[in-house]
């Protein structure tokens, strides 16, 4: 039997304060790469401010901001191989744009407009997950099906602190480890599901330490530093590569945004903590530690920012230029036999 042990309680950082905690690095690191990491994060942080804007002016509908969890999503992400998949959920909802895929076409779907539904197979991304944890037995099922076909992909579930009491994920983390399928489960612990706070959510010390009952290692990773998360995820596709099946990452982080622009956390929060994360928060701390590297100049910055910003214009114009949808499409592939009322109408 192999023997796993609890999770590692020490929560891995590479990015210091830039006073009393020195700065680290990640091996296999070059400058070239610590960029693409800054220019992906500035893309993200960029549609996620702006979606907020396209929502308040009724350009898009409802949206899951995603404002501080850059760093998870881009340092695992851009550890990623390009066969492997991406299962997000809707917090994930623009990490395809890491893959290529153009802002409209997220925009879209948040507009509630079929041109959002992407083939999966352009992008190795899945789609968005709405249903909580739905997406972490179809991760592991993709994963295990790559291996019996004896391909090297991988697949990386992304899903929260709320989705580690459902069903599926305890499923998916079981039958992952069981089959030792190539999945990584990176879960967001944002400390919150919509109001619910992760003390009222598990008695377990740590997220991380689910993993031991499934005998895959728990590993904990500060969410907010993006080579802390890039190091992990490596590590856990290395271990899958090698056969060694999966990983659980738990990448923490603090929501100091509302759950979606339809949720009031005014309500339940703690305004002084929300304060206190937003100015430690993820992009700051890497554009500090490139500074102090002598990486980043302002003019690398302001053109990352700039490019970022015109894409998401040109995205916004694209979404908003589709015809409308035909109504019927809602039915298209609901029924074989449609009922009366719907085939005579
Ligand atoms: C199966 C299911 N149950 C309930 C919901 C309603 N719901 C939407 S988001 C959410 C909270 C999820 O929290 P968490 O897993 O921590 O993810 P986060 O939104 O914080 O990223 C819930 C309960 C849902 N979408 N699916
Ligand atoms: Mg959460």
């Given at each position: 039997m192999a023997q796993v042990l609890p999770a590692e309680h020490d929560v891995r950082r590479i990015i210091g304060d830039g006073e009393e905690v020195a700065d680290g690095e990640v091996d296999g690191l070059g400058d070239a790469a610590l960029l693409d990491l800054y220019r992906g994060m500035v893309l993200l942080r960029t549609y996620d401010e702006r979606s907020?804007?396209?929502?308040?002016?009724?350009?898009?509908?409802?949206?899951?901001?995603?404002?501080?969890?850059?760093?998870?999503?881009?340092?695992?992400?851009?550890?990623?191989?390009?066969?492997?998949?991406?299962?997000p959920s809707y917090r994930e909802s623009a990490i395809g744009l890491l893959r290529g895929m153009p802002p409209e076409t997220v925009l879209?779907?948040?507009?509630?407009?079929?041109?959002?539904?992407?083939?999966?197979?352009?992008?190795?991304?899945?789609?968005?997950?709405?249903?909580?944890?739905?997406?972490?037995?179809?991760?592991?099922?993709?994963?295990?099906?790559?291996?019996?076909?004896?391909?090297l992909a991988c697949a990386i579930a992304y899903f929260g602190d709320g989705a580690t009491s459902e069903?599926?994920?305890?499923?998916?983390?079981?039958?992952?480890?069981v089959m030792r399928a190539p999945a990584v489960l990176l879960c967001n612990n944002n400390q919150w599901a919509i109001s619910t706070p992760l003390s009222a959510q598990t008695r377990a010390e740590s997220l991380a330490d689910k993993a031991a009952g499934y005998g895959m290692p728990g590993v904990r990773v500060d969410g907010g530093d993006v080579l802390a998360v890039y190091q992990?995820?490596?590590?856990?596709?290395?271990?899958?590569?090698a056969g060694e099946g999966p990983t659980f990452i738990e990448a923490l982080t603090y929501r100091c945004a509302p759950h979606a622009t339809a949720d009031d956390p005014s309500v339940y929060w703690d305004a002084e903590r929300v304060d206190e994360?937003?100015?430690?928060?993820?992009?700051?701390?890497?554009?500090?530690?490139?500074?102090?590297?002598?990486?980043?100049t302002d003019e690398l910055a302001e053109e990352a920012r700039a490019d970022a910003l015109a894409r998401m214009k040109e995205g916004i114009a694209?979404?908003?230029?589709?015809?409308?949808?035909?109504p019927d499409v809602v039915?298209?592939?609901?029924?074989?036999?449609?009922?009366?009322?719907?085939?005579?109408?």
């Open positions: 907020l804007v396209y929502h308040r002016q009724g350009r898009i509908g409802t949206y899951a901001i995603f404002w501080g969890h850059e760093a998870i999503q881009v340092g695992s992400a851009l550890a990623l191989a390009d066969e492997d998949w991406i299962f879209s779907w948040w507009r509630g407009h079929p041109a959002g539904w992407w083939d999966p197979r352009e992008y190795r991304v899945a789609s968005i997950a709405v249903p909580i944890a739905t997406h972490v037995p179809h991760a592991v099922g993709y994963a295990w099906g790559a291996k019996l076909k004896g391909e069903g599926a994920f305890h499923e998916g983390a079981n039958f992952a480890a992990a995820t490596t590590e856990a596709l290395a271990r899958a590569r994360e937003r100015r430690n928060e993820c992009l700051g701390r890497y554009e500090g530690y490139l500074r102090r590297l002598g990486v980043l694209a979404a908003e230029a589709l015809p409308p949808p035909d039915f298209a592939h609901a029924y074989v036999d449609p009922p009366p009322g719907l085939r005579d109408g």
